[in-house]
């Protein structure tokens, strides 16, 4: 049995136990959401089409995790106005394993959809399975040496001004290594912190910071080019 639901102004066909990435949903991970706009529901030869919607047909899903998509480069340019911006964005989306397709009015019986097996982890593997595995561990990425003429200044960042130094500077941060060593953790902390509204990520701060340590031109510079 399949259904067609609308969500998100988008539509998705969907079945029982499948995975659906659909726009952010309300709730967390195990909580349970229902999709009431089902625009079709089948099985087999037996289609039922809505008008627009299915009557007494409900969809019901259990979310599975709350993530952002990859990033989106938006790139603006005016020609010969040296005008250039680039700005990035992940849309944040919910996954959502669906449990039930409903018609008749019925209502969800809250049951959970089986979710896929998952390799056992090494303390519960026996002793003897322990032993063999000797698959060596990920090698971590070791950091670019700072390039000889290297000069730590936050201020070579592009966008970054004297007023943004300040604000950087009373929140701890100094140094380009500061930058360059921050999580997605750090980025968000700061930025709901000294309220730069999305400018750290959307300016690369970060990948701006290692390229000024590893003694590249700063972006800003080879964007005005």
Same mark, same amino acid.
């Given at each position: 049995?399949?259904a067609?639901?609308k969500t ?8 029982a136990?499948?995975l659906?990435?659909?726009e ?17 529901v ?6 039922t089409?809505g ?15 709350q ?8 790139f603006k340019?005016?020609? +010969?106005?040296?005008y +250039? ?5 992940r ?10 397709i ?6 969800p019986?809250?049951?959970k ?7 056992a ?5 026996p002793?003897?399975?322990?032993a063999?595995?000797?698959k ?9 040496a700072?390039?000889?003429?290297f ?6 960042i592009?966008?970054v001004?004297?007023?943004m130094?300040?604000?950087?500077a009373?929140a ?12 997605e953790?750090?980025?968000a902390?700061?930025?709901?912190e000294?309220d730069f509204k ?12 290692k390229?000024?340590?590893a003694g590249?031109?700063p ?7």
């Amino acid at each position: 049995m399949f259904a067609v639901i609308k969500t998100g102004g988008k539509q998705y066909k969907v079945a029982a136990n499948d995975l659906v990435r659909v726009e952010k949903l309300a709730g967390e991970a195990g909580d349970a959401v229902t999709f009431e706009n089902v625009l079709m529901v089948g099985a087999d030869a037996d289609v039922t089409l809505g008008t627009p919607l299915v009557d007494g047909a409900l969809v019901a899903g259990e979310v599975v995790e709350q993530f952002r998509d990859k990033k989106v480069i938006i790139f603006k340019k005016k020609r +010969r106005q040296h005008y +250039r911006r680039k700005n990035g964005h992940r849309q944040e989306l919910t996954l959502v394993r669906i449990t039930e397709i409903l018609t008749g009015g019925a209502k969800p019986s809250g049951k959970k959809a089986a979710a896929p097996k998952k390799a056992a982890k090494a303390e519960d593997r026996p002793a003897d399975a322990k032993a063999t595995d000797t698959k060596p561990a990920k090698a971590e990425k070791a950091e670019a040496a700072p390039a000889a003429d290297f000069k730590d200044d936050v201020k070579l960042i592009g966008g970054v001004g004297p007023a943004m130094e300040k604000k950087l500077a009373a929140a701890g941060v100094t140094t380009l290594a500061q930058i360059a060593a921050w999580t997605e953790a750090d980025i968000a902390k700061f930025d709901a912190e000294l309220d730069f509204k999305g400018r750290i990520e959307r300016d690369e701060w970060v990948a701006q910071a290692k390229d000024l340590i590893a003694g590249k031109p700063p972006r800003a510079k080879i964007d005005q080019q």
